[in-house]
């Protein structure tokens, strides 16, 4: 009796600060400060714009060198309240559009809504939290060292990756996908093969998130700065007649609308000192237009002085579309995010269930119930092909650009879209899954439910239950993995040093020329942290 009255008040205690106190324990970091606190002036040898996916592993890497760094985040923190990032909280969070909300909405001009971070930590705040990580053609196409990113993706999993919970419904998924012949079963892995497999979640066994901002967790407080609420208005130049300009400083204002300007220290080896853009995929292209960067012609049209004439910058913008089936059960069953995978070639299929996924539909203005007896089959393919592009509207930084992705313009987006479907379509009516399907509900009953879903704002052709190219066509979703617009090669070098410029570079998913592994928020952990070690040794070099 004793005994087992002692482990009850130990698993008690366990569970109370392993989880459900995580507002406690979540770290509390000195450095971390409201943007109202900053100087007028300030100087420092890094500024990173945004302190996202990429922001956060680079500046904490970058301050355990000799240099102070400065993140500016547009955002808030994630700690203040952490029930909004707990597991259930999801679409709640994802689709809160008041002012200090941690996503911003935007409808890109396919009429397809979609979501921006706005948080310290960015889209790992807000997103299903499904880790894996890159194919090795990633890594060619990124420049990283297969060594180097080893290490990078293991420093990012030691503080913030979980083996997850067995939930019922991605179990049932995972038969499912093994039952229609995605083989092997890869059991528990983060690498990106094909087969079955259960990945890595960033969701605690509580149903806690834990985010790229708990990588700050790695940086030198005595080097570092981070301000929250500081929105970067622009990049300044230094531009003399006859040299290139040179990235000297950023204007950003604070929550009270009070001007900062932060420049680089101007040291004799000042070559070393960089401003690092790393605001995301629609963030850091609208940024370097509205800093002079970008189509002249465009640039001029709204007022901007151009600094270079760079007409590849918001270029080759691309969505992966996301496809599947809304499959209602009759039994309530406990809520999941994705953790499970199937993987055949170009083709991923992933599940999430138990959310009230209409909260997602256009207009649905209502907040979101909190579980639903509804599971959401979903896919992907690698790429995509289909490119298009994002231009100012404005030269307010707050304003989304518009942003075209072209969905489905390329025919091979369109077969790897049908191929996927008939891999969802196969899962759903699997035995693995006839314990979770309404006896007399059709595959047409399903596709035509989809079919009826205000999911966008395109139009709906009497085929769509009949065709699946036209199926595809009319349901695009989000998978929300845009990337491009400042690509390898078009606008950055393979040191992602914005070409034409000096002592500026862009560091996050605008560079990719696609979307790595089944879900890209590894790799940009990992791409994060490997650049920063590569810009420690070349300033080590400089100063030698
Ligand atoms: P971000 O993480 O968005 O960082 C950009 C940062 O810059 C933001 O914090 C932003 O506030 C800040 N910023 C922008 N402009 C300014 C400015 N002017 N001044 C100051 N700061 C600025 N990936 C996965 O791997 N697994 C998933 O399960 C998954 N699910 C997803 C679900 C959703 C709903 C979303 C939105 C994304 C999902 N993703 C997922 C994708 C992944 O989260 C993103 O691709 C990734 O977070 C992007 O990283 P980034 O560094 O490029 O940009």
Not at 324 to 341: E, F, Q
Request: aromatic share 10%; net charge positive.
């Amino acid at each position: 009796m004793g005994l087992k009255f002692i482990a009850l008040v130990f698993v008690v205690v366990f569970a109370y600060f392993n989880g459900l106190n995580y507002a406690e324990k979540a770290p509390k970091f000195s450095f971390i400060q409201e943007a109202t606190s900053a100087p007028e002036v300030s100087f420092y040898d890094y500024i990173i714009i945004g302190g996202g996916t990429a922001g956060c592993p680079l500046a904490a890497t970058l301050s355990t060198g000799e240099s102070n760094v400065l993140v500016l985040e547009r955002g808030g923190s994630p700690y203040t309240n952490t029930t909004k990032v707990r597991m259930k909280n999801f679409i709640s969070t994802l689709t809160d559009n008041s002012p200090d909300s941690f996503s911003q909405a935007f409808v890109s001009e396919d009429g397809v809504p979609n979501n921006r971070a706005r948080v310290l930590g960015g889209g790992t705040v807000i997103n299903v939290g499904f880790y894996g990580r890159a194919e090795p053609s990633f890594l060619k196409q990124a420049g990283v060292d297969e060594a180097v990113a080893k290490d990078s993706y293991a420093w990012v999993e030691k503080k913030l990756v979980h083996k997850p919970v067995a939930f019922e419904w991605q179990s049932a998924v995972r038969s499912g996908l093994l039952e229609v012949g995605v083989l092997p079963d890869n059991g528990f892995t983060y690498a990106h093969i094909n087969g079955t497999k259960t990945s890595g979640t960033i969701f605690d066994r509580n149903g806690n998130r834990h985010t790229a901002a708990d990588l700050l967790q790695y940086a030198n407080p005595n080097r570092i700065k981070v301000y929250l609420h500081a929105v970067v208005h622009k990049i300044t130049f230094r531009t003399k007649d006859g040299c290139r300009p040179k990235a000297e400083g950023v204007i950003f204002y604070d929550a009270n609308g009070r001007k900062h300007t932060a420049y680089l220290k101007n040291e004799s080896n000042s070559r070393a000192s960089e401003i690092v853009l790393s605001a995301g995929a629609i963030g850091s292209p609208q940024l370097l237009m509205l800093s002079g960067i970008g189509p002249a012609a465009r640039l001029r049209s709204l007022g901007i002085k151009v600094v270079l004439d760079q007409p590849m910058v918001g270029r080759d913008m691309a969505d992966n579309p996301l496809y599947g089936l809304i499959i209602s059960y009759p039994n309530s069953i406990p809520l999941s995010l994705a953790t499970v995978a199937g993987i055949v070639d170009k083709i991923y299929i992933e599940t999430v269930n138990g959310y009230d996924f209409s909260s997602l539909s256009l207009g649905s203005g209502a907040p979101a119930n909190s579980t639903t007896n509804l599971g959401f089959i979903l896919g992907k393919f690698k790429g995509p092909t289909s490119e298009g592009y994002l231009e100012l509207k404005s030269t307010n930084v707050s304003d989304n650009p518009n942003v075209r992705f072209n969905y489905y313009h390329a025919a091979d987006d369109l077969r790897n879209c049908v191929r996927g479907m008939k891999t969802v379509i196969d899962v759903v009516n699997s035995e693995s899954l006839s314990r979770y399907r309404f006896r007399n509900t059709t595959t047409r009953d399903l596709l035509k439910m989809m079919v009826d879903l205000p999911v966008n704002l395109r139009p709906r052709h009497a085929n769509a239950t009949t065709s699946l190219e036209q199926y595809c066509i009319d349901t695009v979703m989000t998978f929300w993995h845009y990337h491009g617009g400042c690509r390898i090669g078009k606008v950055v070098d393979r040191d992602y040093k914005v070409i034409g410029v000096d002592s500026l570079r862009v560091i996050d998913a605008s560079t990719f020329a696609f979307s790595p592994g089944t879900n890209p928020q590894a790799s940009i952990m990992m791409l994060g942290r490997s650049i920063g070690l590569r810009i420690l040794r070349s300033r080590r070099r400089w100063s030698n």
